[in-house]
C-alpha cells in the first residue's frame, strides 16, 4: 500500500534560544521563516489562536516558504474557550475570515485547542463540530481537535469526530490525557515530553519508536502500543501524518523535528530500495 506524506515540524518559527540553537549566526529575523522552511517541511503557528492577522500577512507567510510547505493554524481561543460551544459560529467565521486561505496549497489542518478546564459534553460538543465548514473560499478545510480533559476519554467523543471527519489530536503529554484513535482523513500528533538536555528534544530510542509509529499511520495502519478509545481499527488508506515539537525541550525541538524527518525518510528510502531490489529479481527470473 502506498504512504501518505510525513511531514514534521515546530510551533511557530521565532523563539530567542533558536538564535544560537537553529538560526546562522547573524541571520536576520525578518529572514528565519524563509530557513525554517528550508529545514522543515510544517509549522504550527500559534500566534493566530492569541490574536488575529491581515491577508497581506498570510500571503507573505505562503511566499516565503518552498512549495510542499504547509502551515497548521491555532484557531483563535475566543472560539473554543467558551460555556456553550453551540455559541462559536460568530467567533470561528471570523477566524476563518480573517484572510486564511490566502495561503492557498500552504493552509494545512486548523487546531482547536480546549482548556484543560473544558469537559466533555456530548452534545454541547457535537454543536461545536456541526459548525466546522468542510471549505472556504473554495479551499478545502482540515479539522484538529486538542482536547485536554480526562473527561473525554469516552468512545462517544470518537464517534462524533468520525461523524464529522475531524482528527484528534495524539498528544504525547506528561499530564493531558493521550487518545491515539485515528478518527479522520489525516493524523495530527503533538510530541510535548521532550527536555532541553537532549539534543534532539527527545531520545534516541523514543525517536526511532516516534518514526514507527508515524510510518504506520502514513500507511493506513495503528500502533498497537497506543492507548485507543474505540478498539477498533481505522480504515485502512493512506493518511497525512503531522507531528509538531512543542513545549516540552522547546530549545531542542528544530533539531528534534530534523532527526525525526531524516528518520521517517530514511524509512522510506530503505523501503524503496526494497521493492526496487525486488522488481529486479522478478524480472530477472521470470
Known amino acids: 500500500m502506498t504512504a501518505g506524506a510525513i511531514r514534521i515540524g515546530i510551533g511557530g518559527w521565532t523563539f530567542d534560544p533558536w538564535n544560537e540553537s537553529f538560526y546562522p549566526e547573524k541571520l536576520p529575523k525578518t529572514r528565519q521563516l524563509e530557513y525554517a522552511g528550508e529545514k522543515l517541511k510544517v509549522i504550527e503557528v500559534n500566534g493566530t489562536y492569541y490574536s488575529s492577522q491581515k491577508p497581506a500577512t498570510f500571503a507573505k507567510w505562503a511566499a516565503s516558504v518552498p512549495d510542499g510547505f504547509i502551515f497548521s ?22 477566524f476563518l475570515g480573517q484572510g486564511v486561505t490566502e495561503l492557498g496549497d500552504r493552509l494545512g489542518p486548523i487546531l482547536w485547542q480546549f482548556m484543560p478546564t473544558k469537559k466533555f459534553e456530548a452534545e454541547d460538543f457535537e454543536d461545536f463540530l456541526k459548525l466546522l465548514p468542510q471549505e472556504r473560499d473554495g479551499l478545502a478545510l482540515k479539522h484538529a481537535l486538542e482536547v485536554r480533559h480526562p473527561s473525554f476519554l469516552d468512545p462517544e467523543f470518537v464517534a462524533l469526530a468520525r461523524k464529522y471527519g475531524a482528527t484528534i489530536v495524539c498528544a504525547d503529554h506528561p499530564e493531558y490525557p493521550m487518545i491515539a484513535d485515528v ?19 527527545y531520545p534516541d530510542k523514543a525517536l526511532k519508536e516516534w518514526a514507527d509509529k508515524l510510518k504506520l499511520w502514513s500507511r493506513g495502519g495503528a500502533p498497537d502500543d497506543l492507548p485507543l478509545l474505540a478498539g477498533d ?54
Open 73 to 94: 493554524l491555532k484557531a483563535s481561543r475566543f472560539c473554543t474557550n467558551r460555556k456553550k460551544l453551540a455559541e462559536a459560529e460568530g467567533s470561528i467565521d471570523k
Open 183 to 201: 478518527t479522520g482523513d489525516f493524523v495530527y500528533a503533538r510530541l510535548q515530553k521532550g527536555e532541553d538536555g537532549n539534543p534532539h528534544c
Open 233 to 286: 481499527a481505522p480504515e485502512a488508506k493512506p493518511r497525512e501524518v503531522y507531528a509538531f515539537f512543542i513545549t516540552g525541550g522547546k530549545v531542542r525541538a528544530p533539531a528534534g523535528a530534523q532527526k525525526l524527518q531524516g528518520l521517517v525518510d530514511k524509512l522510506d528510502l530503505r523501503r524503496d530500495r526494497t521493492l526496487s531490489v525486488a522488481m529486479r529479481l522478478s524480472v530477472r527470473y521470470r
